[in-house]
């Protein structure tokens, strides 16, 4: 049987777009005939602690779905203080230098590695540069320069160690997939003679559930955010600037504005419901009783899509697309819905007071139909397989 190893930073349990991304790869290629093994850490995102049932262990081995996940040690953190942060992806990225050592036999000919962290990748593309194994980045986010939009980085030397590190994985992997053509076009301004694929963060379509909730049309339209609490989406911004009108905005996820946006609640009458981080199957039932899902980022970040415009797609669900970036082009392309520019909340306002139930209603088999031509994770992996 075809072997294939996948280092990533985030796995199930662990909730978010980058624990689901790869979670559908691995299960993808196990599909498609391969012993699949992922090697992680021990489960600690985005809470910053690792989980209970984990705790106090230097590694942990267990299945998922029938595939072998390896979980070592990490010193996790969820700080904004970026020392602690750095000590973090260190901690992992020395686990795995020692897990290397010491089980060299253990690793397939053919490793995918997850980047950012690009210490991680880094890391894990110095130590199996050997062999002649075939290395493969799967490459979800642009760094350093995200980190530098985002204001989590700044110019200086760390920046520049950054931006070589980022220069070093593009020209050591032998194949890069990114999730955004602007991925892409960095990976081959860096080295224009490398081997790419467009690998988009695609759901599973037959896994999605939007049990579809035949509401009064005079009833309010509840606007849904399902997904990170961070600072680059901004939530508690846009609680603080929304005007809901009659309308709902109801809010699923956790992360580094939690406690800001439970604080901002507790004194604010709009009709704003926060429902805390709950299963993604749980949150799948329930997606289906709303009327439209806010995608927000508190400006453009280039090179990031946000996956959630391929799971809403998929799921016929209309979205309000506040994020910027090649994600705007996506969803003006395929008519998944509505346009407003990242922090433009007079437009937002002015769209809002336009919203009506009964056409997004109509648009929602649209979408689905759009979606189910264009997003198709098995013909996706069907074409990256090829190239495996």
């Not at 599909?31 to 093994?37: H, I, L, N, T, W």
């Not at 979800?140 to 530098?148: K, R, T």
């Not at 970040?301 to 910027?324: D, H, V």
Request: charged content about 20%; overall charge positive.
């Amino acid at each position: 049987m075809k072997a294939i190893t996948l280092i990533t930073n985030y796995f199930p349990p662990e909730t978010g777009a980058a624990s689901n991304r790869i979670a559908q790869l691995a299960l993808g290629l196990q599909k498609r005939g391969y012993s699949v093994r992922v090697i992680c850490p021990l489960p600690n995102y985005p809470k910053g602690r690792i989980f209970e049932g984990y705790r106090g262990k230097l590694m942990h081995t267990e299945h998922y779905e029938g595939i072998h996940v390896t979980r070592l040690y990490i010193f996790p953190s969820n700080s904004n203080r970026k020392f602690k942060r750095l000590f973090a992806m260190l901690s992992f990225s020395f686990s795995l230098g020692v897990y290397r050592l010491l089980h060299s036999g253990k690793f397939a000919q053919k490793i995918i590695i997850q980047s950012p962290p690009l210490i991680l990748s880094a890391s894990a593309l110095f130590f199996f540069n050997r062999n002649k194994r075939k290395l493969i980045l799967n490459v979800s986010d642009l760094w350093p320069s995200a980190g530098l939009e985002l204001g989590a980085l700044q110019k200086g030397r760390m920046y520049t160690l950054l931006e070589r590190l980022e220069r070093y994985i593009y020209k050591k992997a032998h194949l890069v997939l990114g999730q955004s053509k602007e991925i892409i076009a960095r990976v081959l301004e860096v080295n224009p003679k490398q081997q790419t694929f467009l690998y988009r963060n695609l759901p599973q379509a037959s896994r999605l559930n939007f049990d579809s909730d035949e509401s009064d049309v005079e009833q309010p339209i509840k606007l849904v955010y399902a997904g990170l609490l961070g600072i680059a989406q901004g939530i508690v911004k846009l609680c603080k600037n929304i005007e809901l009108g009659n309308h709902e905005l109801h809010i699923y996820g956790a992360g580094a504005e939690q406690q800001a946006l439970q604080d901002y609640l507790i004194n604010s009458d709009k009709p704003i419901f926060y429902h805390g981080e709950v299963s993604r199957k749980h949150l799948l039932k329930q997606l289906g009783s709303y009327d439209l899902a806010i995608v927000p980022l508190t400006r453009a970040i280039y090179g990031s899509t946000p996956s959630k415009i391929y799971e809403m797609a998929l799921g016929g669900l209309p979205m309000l697309y506040f994020a910027g970036g090649e994600g705007e082009q996506v969803v003006q392309d395929y008519q998944l819905g509505y346009v407003v520019e990242p922090g433009d909340f007079q437009a937002l306002n002015r769209l809002l007071v336009d919203l009506k139930k009964n056409e997004l209603k109509q648009m929602s088999e649209k979408i689905r139909e759009s979606a189910a031509q264009h997003f198709n994770l098995e013909l996706q992996l069907d074409a990256l397989v090829q190239l495996l």
